[in-house]
């Protein structure tokens, strides 16, 4: 009977989501107004067209202020676009990561586009905007069905270049065929770092899927489940939603298809841990407070987690 149930919400979810329109091509109607209203002292926003497997997408760029130290390839979940992960991408940005977001159709975690990208990025012909160089080190990035692409784009890139690819950090993402697969590729044995900032279960999310791969992995830590935010009344409150990672960007049909809207203090929280992580993966270090030496053991972590897991209400929770 709950598999029934969850069968058929999730069911409604879908629909939901798949009401956001899109053009022919898989391209999102609003992708071009993606970087409207922009403001930032760190980063740049531009919307491109770029030519891949030879067809046009349109691509959104965040490029830091100074030299870029990586590019994360960054992608939107299933029905949604790459101006939904502005605020996020902003934040991943002005940590001195380049971000790029591939306006497409991500039903299955688009894995054909995930390889074409993989393979235009190898090539060098995704490019960033005019006068700036493509970094060499690539991050894979994505949330939901896009954290699926993520893991399939950074699989095909450990093939082509694996030089090239630095790790991956997912957002809540959704588990489809081959993921474990992708993922164990992308960690090389634990060589490269794999981490997720994970919502807590729902339909959304298929109830954390893809906790099973992440866990599989030899990397001693893979990430955090945000949770709660507080007790009110003494109920715990403020729980953590599938579209956190939108935040601000998000809208009716990103709420009503997770069935929850974005909590403003865990977008926060979940922006600080994925652009801190981006940036150590960039440039090869571990700022101590955001990491754990073993999922298993709370004392092994540092003091940015263990602020959220040392509470009588833990807020967040390594994954494990």
Avoid at 45 to 72: F, H, K, L
Avoid at 81 to 88: E, F, I, Q
Avoid at 207 to 225: E, H, K, P, T, W
Wanted: hydrophobic share 40%.
């Amino acid at each position: 009977m709950k598999r029934f149930v969850a069968a058929v919400l999730g069911s409604m979810s879908v629909a939901l989501a798949g009401l956001v329109p899109l053009t022919s091509g898989g391209t999102a109607v609003a992708a071009d107004a993606s970087c409207a209203g922009y403001s930032s002292v760190g980063s740049t926003c531009t919307n491109a067209q770029r030519t891949i497997a030879g067809e046009s997408r349109s691509t959104d760029w965040y490029v830091p202020t100074g030299t870029a130290s990586a590019v994360m390839v960054f992608q939107n979940g299933f029905s949604r676009n790459c101006a939904h992960l502005r605020g996020t991408s902003k934040a991943i940005a002005e940590k001195g990561v380049m971000v790029v977001c591939v306006n497409g159709d991500m039903t299955a975690g688009a894995p054909e586009l995930a390889n074409r990208v993989a393979e235009a990025v190898a090539a060098g012909t995704l490019t960033p905007p005019a006068g700036r160089a493509m970094p060499t080190k690539v991050i894979a990035g994505g949330h939901s069905a896009g954290g699926h692409f993520a893991g399939r784009f950074g699989a095909r890139l450990s093939e082509l270049a694996p030089s090239r690819l630095q790790g991956a950090v997912l957002f809540d993402p959704v588990a489809q065929s081959g993921f474990t697969a992708d993922l164990e590729a992308i960690s090389d044995g634990g060589a490269r770092p794999v981490v997720s900032v994970a919502a807590r279960p729902s339909v959304s999310n298929l109830f954390n899927n893809s906790y099973g791969a992440l866990n599989g992995l030899a990397n001693g830590f893979v990430g955090i489940q945000l949770v709660w935010e507080k007790y009110t009344l003494g109920f715990p409150v403020g729980g953590s939603c599938h579209t956190d990672v939108e935040g601000e960007n998000t809208d009716f049909l990103g709420s009503a298809s997770g069935l929850c809207s974005p909590n403003a203090t865990q977008t926060s929280r979940l922006r600080d841990f994925g652009s801190t992580w981006a940036r150590d993966i960039a440039i090869g270090t571990r700022t101590a407070a955001y990491w754990c030496t073993d999922k298993n053991v709370v004392s092994t972590c540092g003091s940015k987690v263990k602020d959220l897991v040392d509470r009588s209400l833990p807020v967040a929770a390594p994954i494990r």
